[in-house]
């Protein structure tokens, strides 16, 4: 079992900035793919970006791709997002989410294990 906890979410103004950190505790390896998803009210989740085991390959969602950056410390079992430019059809629950591959991953339904989600609000 692997265990992912998300946290940095919180309420910021159009064109802010936060950063999210997933920390994961468990079976951990170095060796999973990490990913970062959101789902907004009434809307299905959908994938924001992806990280491969080593960090040496990454990819985003167009709607992030400029303004994002996944990132992952694999010493402190920590995956990342920094979140620049923030717009207000950024507001979601944004959660991350383990697979035990090396490639990068994008499709939620291959993934292994979840977090438990946290709050992104971008005022107007």
């Known amino acids: 079992q692997v265990q992912l906890v998300e946290s940095g979410g919180g309420l910021v103004q159009a064109g802010g900035s936060l950063r999210l950190s997933c920390a994961a505790s468990?079976?951990?390896?170095?060796?999973?793919?990490m990913g970062w998803f959101r789902q907004a009210p009434g809307k299905e989740r959908e994938f924001v970006a992806t990280i491969t085991w080593g960090g040496g390959s990454t990819v985003y969602a167009d709607s992030v791709k400029g303004r994002f950056t996944i990132s992952r410390d694999n010493a402190k079992n920590t995956v990342y997002l920094q979140m620049n430019s923030l717009k207000p059809e950024d507001t979601a629950v944004y959660y991350c989410a383990s697979v035990a591959r090396r490639m990068a991953v994008i499709t939620s339904s291959d993934y292994d294990y979840w977090g438990q989600g946290t709050q992104v609000t971008v005022s107007s």
């Open positions: 468990g079976r951990t390896s170095s060796t999973n793919a």
